[in-house]
Structure formats: structure tokens, C-alpha cells
């Protein structure tokens, strides 16, 4: 333990959360109304997005600014490091929710439709086999394939997670041209994965019949890389606040925990796409 | 406007707001842990209301006050209301108050993520109450949502759904920062193996609400996109299966048991102590015990399934698992009796509770184990039998041990000794009454009664009598509880820092009422 910072930081009271808790509630009220066609629902989550976004901007400001004002200690920075990693954690929980259905409906539920219990009664032309969009689904699609635009997305974030720990080292050497290039390499090819996310997406609606609403081939396939590629998107946005963080003269070889959760952040959100390239395009 | 100054942590008192800013604002944990326990009485008021036109709808067959619908929409909301509104916040309002105080810490690790984490509590709040407004009211699938049902309702599904986003948001917060205090905040010499055991059962607690929060926000979310978004995870035309659902919600909905258990084990642990004036039995097995407990908990999760046509290999491992978790269960009831064998005894209020908790808990854990044998489960899926083993466990589990731990700690967070006459009848009457309505229910479920009907047949009117009337001393004799604290709150006996003479624990050395600030430096554990 510190020995200069015997005592552990507790801010003073704070505004933040409750704008939070209204930026929430305008958020989820709206939602409902939205899905419900209401009207008023698309403004109330717009509204509500305004106030998150300046709530995050407030209280990450102080957060920033209590941390450049040497106010953290180690101890303080250990309570960062146990946090974020239980927050991954409970990402990788999310994304297993969804896995676990993958998981089900290409072994239990699609072959359990086209077993014998239910052949002749039911759907009796149904085949257990997949991608499967089930037996209700009368079009035709093409299912996603794997060595295209995935197999270079693989690619992109994969060399993504290289120049992000480059730009670690060159913050650990304080060579800051290193840090500021890699962070910026990091980001275009986070965004260039975004980019080609969106190409894959259009394609699939216009050429490849397949949709949303392709049966649970189409459920499993966009839900899952859409949240995926909405974490994308998060990481690139914080990758950016970092940049702009470096650029502004912050964090030092020594105290720079932000940039790591953010690397770790940006590493859990790559593992997740190696699991989706494997599992929901390749295999 | 700034509310954030920045001065030096020893003057940090002076430009505090007032009234209710300092509420709103507030970064300390003491306060954030008494908005948790009061959110959670209200929480506990508004489901118990609920609860009391369920039991008048049932007080005699036929249909007398509400619609089928809206009896459905009531045990829906009576059952997400006491579970994530009353009890849940209840066990985070001690943890908040007494975590940092037991190990030794300034406050919780991220004091603003606190303040948060409580006040996305009242927003959820009101979206799952509020839901009983909208077109064609509340949800009315009863809290298991299960789809198609859940999938065909109106806009108050939508609502519970993102609130229950919005209660996952927050127990999720809530558990990062429980957890990081924990593992990252103990005073020097705290080794986790000295630390007291309801800071354990928090610990374990919180692991597994980070585990299986997450995955019940996917399964609902997966029920939205099912319902506006045409996607087909519990549809089998499109390929998948309504059952799909269970599975997810029971791999969140059984370790869910635990979240709500093992705090409830951790306060019994301090109280039957405290008034046995010895240290725990087997400390060390205990918390290997709570340990146990979480990791089987998350294997154990079909065992709500055996009649949705799982395979009969996966009915026997299911059976065989859940059986299992009496082990560990077991461990810590026979130490919790082996703490007091020979023990110099007293009866207070807290003792009397953390007794009948021991008593009423290890009867709904036996009926647990009956309802765990498949072949037995198939005929009692879905009757009273398993709402009067679950109410055991909730009633007389988590709440008793609620109350045990609030009258244990009131003296610490009041500066009185609550009234200890009164709470002897609060004990009493919530003891007969709570066998009174819950015990006759077993028979019901034996004789073949359907949970979530508002009818039933002819010959279940007499235990069904004797249920409602039961639950209506239960639930006035809670409107007593209140007039305790209230009166404690305002006067009574001074408490002593050790109100109990010679309770264990470092809570114990602070003043009484805890001043504001506590351990801003960490005191050196031997």
C-alpha cells in the first residue's frame, strides 16, 4: 500500500448520477413508447440520449480531472482495475446469453423440429440441417460466408489488438509519437471494421434475402454480431477519447490506468469476434 | 452549477447540501444504504398490498374483486416487486451500510457508482408499477415471462422488460462495487479468511449477480426483439423454441435463489453469534460452504424444467445436482446449531428471528428437497406445494433474516435501542401468521390446487380461509415493524458502540449512531 496517500479518495456529493438516472428514465420510457408506436417515444430517447451523453461527458470530466490532479492513489487505481474487470465479466455473460442460444438452437431445437417425434405431424418436409431459418420460413437465403469480408475483419481487429499493445509500449518507454500513431492505426482499423460490418450487413439485405427476420439463423446471426459490432463502435469511441486524452498531454509510464481499460476492453471485444468468426460464420 | 468541490478530505464535511440535495447527491455509503432500506420497505409495502388482494381474491371461490387479468397482472408485479424491488435492495442496503464498517473501509470503492446504483432504483420502480396503467395493464405472465405469452402481450410487458434492464443496470453496478470494496478496501491484517461472514456471503453474493444478471437482460432482450423486431429465438416456426427461454431464465433464475439467500445466511451468521456469546462454529467450512453453494447453483437450473420434455438423463442429473447443494446447505445449518450448543443464550429480538429463520428456512429447504425428486416434481410442478415451499424460503429465509439483521443493527445506525417489547410481538405475530397462511399451503398443493388461478374447486375453500386470513395478520403485523423503526429513529434508549455487550466485529467499535465518516484511516487488524 501508499504510503504518500494514506488515505483512500471519496469524492464529495455529486450531481452526476441522478442526471444519469433521469437520462434513464427518459431513455426507457421512451423505448416502450417507441416499440409501442407511440409518438412521443423516438424524442423521449433522443432527449434522453442528449443527457446520457452529457452526464458521461460531466462525470467523466471530473473523473479525468481528479485523476490528472494526482488525487488517486494505488489503492485507488486497484479499485479501477478490480472494476473494470468485473465489468468485463458481465459483458461476457451477456454474450453468452446469446451464445448459449446459438449453442441450443443448432443442437437441440432445429434437429428436435425435424426428429421423428414431430415428422408427418407438424412439418413434415423439414430437414435438420443448418444454417436453418425453420420450418415456417418459405423463401430462400443465402447464409453468410465465412472467407469474405469476416475472414478480413478477422484480420483488421486482429492486427487492431497488435497496434493497440504497440502503442502500450510506446506509453511504458514514454515515446508518445509511438503512442499517438498506434492509437490511431488502433482506431482506423476499428473503424474500417465498423465500416465493412455495415458493407456485410447491406449485402446480406439486399442480395442475400437475408435478414432479421430469417427464421433464427437470421435472429442468432444479427443479434449477435450487432452487439458485437455495437461494442466495435464503443471501443472506437473510447479508443478516441484516449487519443484526444494523449494528445491533450495525459497519463504517464507509471499512472495511466484508463488507456488500459480501454486495451482491455478493446482485447475482450476481439476475443468475442474470434468466437463469432468461429462459431457463427466459419463452423 | 458545480457541486463538486475540491478540498482537502479533512474538511470534507463543510459544504455539504442539505435537505433533500444531500439525499439526491450523496456520495456516502451510510446514507445510500438507508435510501436502500427504506426504497425497499415501500418496495415490500407496495408488493405486499399486492399480495392482500391476491389472498382476498382467494379467500372464497368464485370471482369477487379483480378479473382474471388483473390477477395475473397482481401476482406478476407481487413477484418482481419482492424480489428486485423489496428483498434484493434490503440485503444492498446492508451491505452498504455495514460492508465497509465490517472490513474496515473509508466507504465503497466507487461512491458516486453508488449513488447511481441506487437511484436507478426508484425509475425501475416505477416503470414495473406503473405498468398496471398502461393499455391492457401490467405484464401477466407471472415474473417468469415465459414466451409465447410473454411474447403476445401488450406495452406492460415492454415496460417490464426495460425495467428490469434498468434493475439489472443497477445490481450489476452495485455488485462492482461491493466486490472491488471487498477484495481491494479490507484494513490492513483484514485477511479474507478473518473477514466477518456477512461480508463473505456479500462477496459470493456479488460475484454471482455480475454471473446471471447479464444473462437475464439477454433473455429479455431476446423476448423484445421476439416481440417488435420479428426475430424468432422462441418461435418454432422460425427454428426456435419457447423453451429456449426457460432455460436461459432459469440459468439466471436459479442462482437468483442464491442471490437472495446467501446475504440472508450471511446476517443469521453474525446474530446467532452475537446472542450465543461464542464465535461461529467452523468458520472455515462455512465460507467454503457459501462458496459451494454459488458454484453448484449454477448447474442445478432444469430442475424448474421436468416437465417441459427434457431428456431423462438430463431429469436425473438435474435431480441428482440439486440434491447436491443440500450438502453445503446442510453444513451451515448444523453449524449455526452447533454455535449456540452450549452457548450462553439470550432471546432478543434479532436472536428470535435468526431462530425462526433456522426452524421455518431448513423446513422450505426440505420441501426443496421433495420438490427436487423429478418423479415427485411431476405431480407437484405448477401447484401451492411449490408456492408454500418458495415462500418459506422467501418469507421466512430472507425476510426473517432481514429483520433479525435490521434489529441487530438499528442500534448502530439509530443511536437507540428499538422497543423490545414491541419487537418480541413483531416476532410473534409474524411467526403464527406466516405458518398460518404458508403451512396450509402445502395441503393445497398435496390435494391438487393450481398456483396463478383465481378459482379453485369447492373443497380447497377451508385451508384457503384460514391462508388469506393468515396473510392478513401477516401483513398488518408488518405495519408494526415501522412503528419500531419510526420510534427508534426518534428516541428510545441510548445504544452503546457495543450495543450488545460484546457482539464481534469491528462495527462494534465505532460510536452509535456510526458517525457520518468511519476508518478514513483503516484501523490494524491483529
Redesign the interface.
Known amino acids: 500500500?501508499s504510503q504518500q496517500a494514506?488515505?483512500?479518495?471519496?469524492?464529495?456529493?455529486?450531481?452526476?448520477?441522478?442526471i444519469?438516472?433521469l437520462a434513464?428514465?427518459l431513455m426507457?420510457?421512451g423505448?416502450?413508447m417507441w416499440?409501442?408506436k407511440v409518438a412521443a417515444g423516438p424524442y423521449s430517447v433522443a432527449a434522453g440520449f442528449c443527457v446520457l451523453v452529457y452526464m458521461l461527458f460531466g462525470?467523466f470530466g471530473?473523473v479525468i480531472r481528479?485523476s490528472e490532479?494526482g488525487k488517486y492513489s494505488k489503492?485507488v487505481d486497484?479499485?479501477f482495475r478490480?472494476?473494470m474487470s468485473?465489468?468485463i465479466?458481465?459483458?461476457v455473460?451477456?454474450f453468452?446469453?446469446?451464445f448459449?442460444?446459438l449453442f441450443?438452437?443448432r443442437t437441440?431445437?432445429?434437429p428436435?423440429?425435424a426428429s421423428a417425434d414431430n415428422l408427418g405431424l407438424?412439418y413434415p418436409h423439414f430437414s435438420d440441417m443448418w444454417p436453418?431459418?425453420?420450418?415456417?420460413?418459405k423463401d430462400k437465403f443465402t447464409p453468410m460466408a465465412a472467407w469474405g469480408i469476416p475472414a478480413i475483419n478477422t484480420l483488421l481487429l486482429l492486427s487492431s489488438g497488435a497496434t493497440l499493445t504497440w502503442a502500450h509500449w510506446g506509453l511504458l518507454k514514454n515515446k508518445r509519437a509511438q503512442l499517438t500513431i498506434g492509437l490511431i492505426l488502433t482506431i482506423l482499423l476499428g473503424v474500417t471494421f465498423i465500416y465493412l460490418q455495415a458493407t456485410e450487413y447491406a449485402e446480406a439485405y439486399s442480395h442475400l434475402n437475408l435478414?432479421?427476420?430469417t427464421?433464427?439463423?437470421?435472429?442468432?446471426f444479427?443479434?449477435l454480431t450487432g452487439f458485437h459490432g455495437f461494442h466495435v463502435t464503443l471501443g472506437a469511441t473510447m479508443l478516441t477519447v484516449i487519443l484526444f486524452r494523449v494528445m491533450s498531454g495525459h497519463f504517464k509510464p507509471d499512472h495511466h490506468f484508463a488507456f488500459e481499460a480501454v486495451a482491455w476492453y478493446w482485447h475482450f471485444v476481439d476475443v468475442v469476434w474470434l468466437l463469432l468468426f468461429v462459431l457463427v460464420y466459419w463452423l | 452549477m458545480e457541486a463538486v468541490h475540491d478540498h482537502h478530505a479533512a474538511d470534507h464535511d463543510h459544504h455539504q447540501p442539505s435537505g433533500l440535495m444531500r439525499w439526491i447527491t450523496t456520495t456516502n455509503h451510510k446514507d445510500i444504504g438507508t435510501m436502500y432500506l427504506w426504497f425497499s420497505f415501500i418496495m415490500f409495502m407496495v408488493g405486499g398490498a399486492m399480495s392482500m388482494v391476491i389472498r382476498a381474491e382467494l379467500f372464497e371461490p368464485g370471482l369477487q374483486f379483480i378479473s382474471p387479468e388483473r390477477y395475473n397482472q397482481m401476482i406478476t408485479l407481487h413477484a418482481l416487486i419482492m424480489v428486485f424491488g423489496a428483498i434484493m435492495p434490503a440485503f444492498v442496503g446492508f451491505a452498504n451500510w455495514m460492508i465497509p464498517l465490517q472490513i474496515g473501509a473509508p466507504d465503497m470503492a466507487f461512491a458516486r457508482m453508488n449513488n447511481w446504483s441506487f437511484w436507478i432504483l426508484p425509475v425501475a420502480g416505477s416503470m414495473l408499477v406503473g405498468s398496471l396503467l398502461a393499455p391492457g395493464g401490467a405484464a401477466g405472465t407471472g415474473w417468469t415471462l415465459y414466451p409465447p405469452l410473454s411474447v403476445q402481450s401488450g406495452m406492460g410487458m415492454d415496460m417490464a422488460i426495460f425495467g428490469i434492464h434498468l434493475l439489472g443496470m443497477s445490481s450489476i453496478m452495485g455488485s462492482i462495487n461491493i466486490i472491488t470494496t471487498i477484495l481491494n478496501l479490507r484494513a490492513p491484517g483484514m485477511t479474507l479468511m478473518k473477514m466477518p461472514l456477512f461480508s463473505w456471503t456479500w462477496l459470493i453474493t456479488a460475484y454471482l449477480l455480475i454471473a446471471v444478471m447479464p444473462v437475464l437482460a439477454g433473455a429479455v432482450t431476446m423476448l423484445l426483439t421476439d416481440r417488435h423486431f420479428g426475430t424468432s429465438f422462441f418461435s418454432a416456426a422460425g427454428g426456435g423454441d419457447p423453451v429456449l427461454f426457460q432455460h436461459i431464465f432459469w440459468f439466471f433464475g436459479h442462482p437468483e435463489v442464491y442471490i437472495i439467500a446467501l446475504p440472508a445466511f450471511g446476517v443469521i451468521s453474525e446474530v446467532i453469534p452475537a446472542f450465543s456469546r461464542k464465535p461461529i462454529f467452523g468458520y472455515a467450512s462455512m465460507v467454503y460452504a457459501i462458496a459451494s453453494i454459488a458454484i453448484i447453483s449454477f448447474f442445478v437450473w432444469a430442475h424448474h424444467m421436468y416437465v417441459t420434455g427434457i431428456p431423462l438423463t438430463g431429469q436425473l442429473y438435474f435431480m441428482y445436482a440439486t440434491m447436491l447443494i443440500a450438502v453445503p446447505t446442510g453444513v451451515k445449518v448444523f453449524n449455526w446449531v452447533a454455535t449456540m450448543w452450549r452457548g450462553s443464550l439470550s432471546f432478543e429480538t434479532p436472536m428470535l428471528f435468526a431462530l425462526g429463520f433456522l426452524f421455518l428456512f431448513t423446513l422450505g429447504g426440505f420441501s426443496g428437497l421433495v420438490l427436487a425428486i423429478t418423479a415427485v416434481d411431476v405431480q407437484l410442478q405448477d401447484t401451492y406445494y411449490v408456492v408454500a415451499h418458495f415462500h418459506y424460503v422467501m418469507v421466512a429465509g430472507a425476510l426473517f433474516s432481514a429483520y433479525a439483521g435490521a434489529y441487530y443493527w438499528l442500534p448502530k445506525w439509530t443511536g437507540h435501542m428499538y422497543n423490545e417489547t414491541l419487537g418480541k410481538w413483531h416476532f410473534w405475530l409474524s411467526l403464527i401468521f406466516f405458518n398460518m397462511t404458508f403451512f396450509v399451503q402445502h395441503f393445497l398443493g398435496l390435494a391438487g390446487m393450481p398456483r396463478r388461478i383465481p378459482d379453485y374447486a369447492l373443497q380447497f375453500a377451508d385451508f384457503n380461509r384460514i391462508s388469506s386470513l393468515g396473510a392478513f395478520g401477516f401483513g398488518l403485523s408488518q405495519l408494526l415493524f415501522l412503528y419500531i423503526v419510526i420510534k427508534t429513529i426518534k428516541g428510545g434508549k441510548k445504544a452503546e458502540a457495543n450495543a450488545w455487550g460484546d457482539a464481534p466485529g469491528l462495527e462494534w467499535t465505532v460510536p452509535s449512531p456510526a458517525p457520518h465518516h468511519t476508518f478514513e484511516v483503516p484501523p490494524v487488524i491483529k
Open positions: 500500500m494514506s488515505r483512500y479518495f471519496v469524492p464529495q456529493p455529486s450531481h452526476w448520477p441522478i444519469g438516472s434513464l428514465a426507457g420510457a423505448a416502450v416499440v409501442n462525470w471530473t481528479e490532479g489503492l486497484g479499485s478490480w472494476g468485473w465489468f465479466f458481465s459483458e455473460m451477456f453468452a446469453a446469446f448459449g442460444a441450443y438452437t437441440l431445437s432445429v428436435d423440429l407438424l436453418s431459418a425453420g420450418p415456417g420460413f435478414k432479421l427476420t427464421g433464427v439463423y437470421g435472429s442468432t444479427f443479434m
